[in-house]
T-cell receptor, first 113, second 113 residues
Framework: GESVGLHLPTLSVQEGDNSIINCAYSNSASDYFIWYKQESGKGPQFIIDIRSNMDKRQGQRVTVLLNKTVKHLSLQIAATQPGDSAVYFCAENSGGSNYKLTFGKGTLLTVNP | GAGVSQSPRYKVAKRGQDVALRCDPISGHVSLFWYQQALGQGPEFLTYFQNEAQLDKSGLPSDRFFAERPEGSVSTLKIQRTQQEDSAVYLC???????????FGPGTRLTVT
């Protein structure tokens, strides 16, 4: 298969470590943000979302942090597992749209056993 | 129940040929989206349907691209006179309403030679 990592930021971690993936979003009017996970040959899979009236939201092993001042979003994955290896995308609702998403470039996460 | 399905999974077309890509959304999902994903990039919005109505087609790259959803369920993305720059993965997604909990299909990889 092809390598999608050639042009992507990459993060390599050891199994069991915590991972932090960062994203800068573009539109200050966006008020809804989503993280997606995409494995090779598959479509993006929803992980967690957050609205702009929150700074932090936690899910199972994942936490999303939102800093509206600097338009920055991060995804923290606790106790990273080999199955977490994938490309991770942040997405924002374009300028406050109620249907249109703008995706970031993506980060390739590789978990070493 | 079944997720979003797309067919074909892979399509090779000679430059100038017309292609049709099919999307079967999750049953009962009102909203349907098409995205284009170039290698190493995030998905880019092409068009949005609510039931059978195409409410936004602003992301379609040219008038060679056409999408329809005549009965508010299955959708087809048609590309006429394909060009090499059309080579990409075409993703379909559906949701109950708007972009919330958007479920993606596996995509169709189009290669134009």
């Amino acid at each position: 298969g092809e390598s999608v990592g050639l042009h992507l930021p990459t993060l390599s971690v050891q199994e069991g470590d915590n991972s932090i993936i960062n994203c800068a979003y573009s539109n200050s009017a966006s008020d809804y943000f989503i993280w997606y996970k995409q494995e090779s040959g598959k479509g993006p899979q929803f992980i967690i979302d957050i609205r702009s009236n929150m700074d932090k939201r936690q899910g199972q092993r994942v936490t999303v942090l939102l800093n509206k001042t600097v338009k920055h979003l991060s995804l923290q994955i606790a106790a990273t597992q080999p199955g977490d290896s994938a490309v991770y995308f942040c997405a924002e609702n374009s300028g406050g749209s109620n249907y249109k998403l703008t995706f970031g470039k993506g980060t390739l996460l590789t978990v070493n056993p | 129940g079944a997720g979003v399905s797309q067919s074909p999974r892979y399509k090779v077309a000679k430059r100038g040929q017309d292609v049709a890509l099919r999307c079967d959304p999750i049953s009962g999902h009102v909203s349907l989206f098409w995205y284009q994903q170039a290698l190493g990039q995030g998905p880019e919005f092409l068009t949005y349907f609510q039931n059978e109505a195409q409410l936004d087609k602003s992301g379609l790259p040219s008038d060679r691209f056409f999408a329809e959803r005549p009965e508010g369920s299955v959708s087809t993305l048609k590309i006429q006179r394909t060009q090499q720059e059309d080579s990409a993965v075409y993703l379909c997604a559906s949701s109950r309403q708007g972009f919330n909990e958007q479920y993606f299909g596996p995509g169709t990889r189009l290669t134009v030679t």
